[in-house]
């Protein structure tokens, strides 16, 4: 297994949080809500337990994937570190653009959308099924290539590290060249925005380039309304967790075909038989 950075890297976050929440306090910022406060922690520590186990048979999935690598990549060279940076980032993109886009996927990252307060602890509210429903996935191919497993699940560490400190408002804008390359706090607060012009917007990781390219990108103009378009009415963790896939489950019960049926897992979040509810795309329209 790779290093645990992450797991050590979580001192730091409830400091900087901390120190957030005291900057909020002093300048009645408005930032943090006690309830919601606690209903992150709660998810992230949820997250960290089921890790445990989940990370452990990623990694044994990997490793057996790594055996059929068809390039001998060596860490011990400098290129190999540029290699792996740009694959993970490209990687997370593409999970993240699809987890706006496909019920199964968007019914475990709601949970990380879930707070109507952008703050350094709502970037602690992490879903507790993604690994167990595929998250994984757009990771398979980078074994594959050549990458080992540990240098896979080191650099998705170093890249959740970088995302935690962009959830604030606290930071208004980097220098424009920063602005340009890096996903930061303003890009990363329209990706939070409830806003139908901020929707499925700015799904980088550590660069926004990605979007600048495949035509997601969003500047930010106002403020955006933090949120889901239709928010979950609880601070309990495990109603969090969970709702949305119940609610899923019970959508695709009330469907009259098995099309029907599978179309609310495979479809955009908003997606409906009847028309009843609907996607981004049919909004915007």
Not at 11 to 35: D, I, Q, R, V
Not at 83 to 96: E, G, P, T, V
Not at 103 to 112: D, G, L, Q, R
């Amino acid at each position: 297994m790779p290093p645990a950075i992450l797991y050590y890297a979580i001192p730091g976050f409830l400091l900087l949080l901390s120190l957030e929440a005291w900057f909020s306090y002093k300048k009645n910022k408005g930032l943090y809500e006690t309830k919601d406060t606690w209903s992150s922690l709660g998810l992230g520590i949820g997250n960290v337990v089921v890790g445990f186990v989940t990370k452990a048979m990623i990694f044994g999935l990997f490793l057996f994937l790594y055996r059929y690598w068809l390039f001998n990549l060596d860490a011990g060279t400098w290129w190999f570190w540029g290699l792996l940076f740009f694959a993970d980032d490209f990687s997370y993109y593409w999970f993240h653009r699809t987890a706006h886009n496909v019920n199964w996927f968007w019914a475990s990252h709601v949970v990380h959308h879930s707070s109507q307060h952008y703050n350094l602890a709502a970037a602690l509210r992490q879903t507790w099924t993604g690994n167990l429903t595929g998250s994984f996935l757009f990771w398979a191919w980078m074994p594959l290539v050549g990458f080992h497993p540990v240098w896979i699940l080191f650099m998705q560490q170093v890249s959740l590290i970088y995302q935690f400190w962009i959830h604030t408002e606290a930071v208004k804008r980097l220098p424009k060249f920063a602005e340009y390359i890096l996903n930061t706090p303003s890009h990363h607060r329209v990706h939070h925005g409830s806003d139908l012009k901020y929707l499925d917007k700015n799904h980088g990781g550590v660069l926004i380039i990605w979007d600048r390219f495949f035509g997601t990108f969003q500047p930010e103009e106002e403020r955006p309304c933090y949120g889901l378009t239709k928010n979950i009415s609880s601070f309990n963790p495990v109603v969090i967790a969970l709702t949305t896939w119940a609610e899923l489950f019970q959508k695709a019960k009330s469907a009259g075909s098995l099309k029907q049926k599978l179309h609310y897992f495979i479809k955009p979040p908003g997606w409906s038989h009847d028309g009843s509810s609907k996607t981004t795309r049919e909004l915007r329209s």
